[in-house]
């Protein structure tokens, strides 16, 4: 069965300095990644997903990610955050071969500081 | 926007009770979805719903589940007999295709079970 693992619970950061959040997964067979952001007292949204090609992937709000098979790493990052950016950030994998259903991290809160 | 919406937004049940989720996907996608997250805890997959019929569930989701579409819009969860660890926070999702596809979330209904 597969898993995801992200390695920090909360994460504070300045306004307009860099961010990155860790994301490793285990899964004995190949996976689609994604990134969903949560802002409070809303649903989740798609920052960006890795489904094949490139491993750097570009997201929404000036998000990025990189896809490391060998490390079995999906780290997500932004060079220069927003106060606006404050949120809880989850990572997820589905199957390929099988099945849709997403299995998420614990989830990382990022908290902004001005 | 098209957006997924639920109702009721915090529902407060005593333990023993029937409660429906109610769920409206957007309007064009075929599969939907339900997850839960307990306060503290990962989001859960429950149980995903293609053709009129479940494609897939959790070990979760069990007899005192249910899932229907009862006409061409509405998706709902029923718990026939709520128990105190129900309590939590439950994600309707729904999707345009299969595999790889962005879920879009609705922003969930909190269940209290007293």
């Known amino acids: 069965a597969q898993s995801v693992t992200q390695l920090d619970s909360q994460v504070p950061v300045f306004e307009e300095a860099p961010v990155e959040l860790r994301c490793n997964y285990s899964?004995?067979?190949?996976?689609?990644l994604f990134w969903y952001v949560q802002y409070p007292n809303q649903g989740l949204q798609l920052l960006l997903k890795y489904l094949s090609g490139s491993t750097l992937v570009k997201g929404i709000n000036g998000f990025e990610a990189e896809f490391n098979k060998s490390q079995t790493s999906f780290h997500l990052r932004k060079p220069s955050v927003h106060i606006s950016d404050t949120a809880e950030y989850f990572c997820a994998v589905t199957l390929k071969a099988a099945g849709n259903k997403l299995t998420f991290g614990g989830g990382t809160r990022v908290l902004v500081k001005p | 926007e098209p957006e997924v919406t639920q109702t009721p937004s915090h529902q407060v049940t005593q333990m023993g009770q029937e409660v429906i989720l109610r769920c409206v996907p957007i309007?064009?996608?075929?599969?939907f979805y339900w997850y839960r997250q307990i306060l503290g805890q990962k989001v859960e997959f429950l149980v995903s719903?293609?053709?009129?019929?479940?494609?897939?569930k959790s070990e979760i989701f069990d007899d005192q589940f249910s899932v229907e579409r009862p006409d061409g819009s509405n998706f709902t969860l029923k718990i026939r007999s709520t128990k105190l660890e129900d309590s939590a926070m439950y994600f309707c999702?729904?999707?345009?295709?299969?595999?790889?596809?962005?879920?879009?979330f609705g922003p969930g209904t909190r269940l209290t079970v007293l």
């Open positions: 899964s004995s067979v190949s996976v689609y």
């Open positions: 719903f293609y053709n009129n019929e479940i494609s897939e």
């Open positions: 309007s064009n996608h075929l599969y």
């Open positions: 999702a729904s999707s345009e295709e299969f595999a790889g596809y962005e879920q879009f």
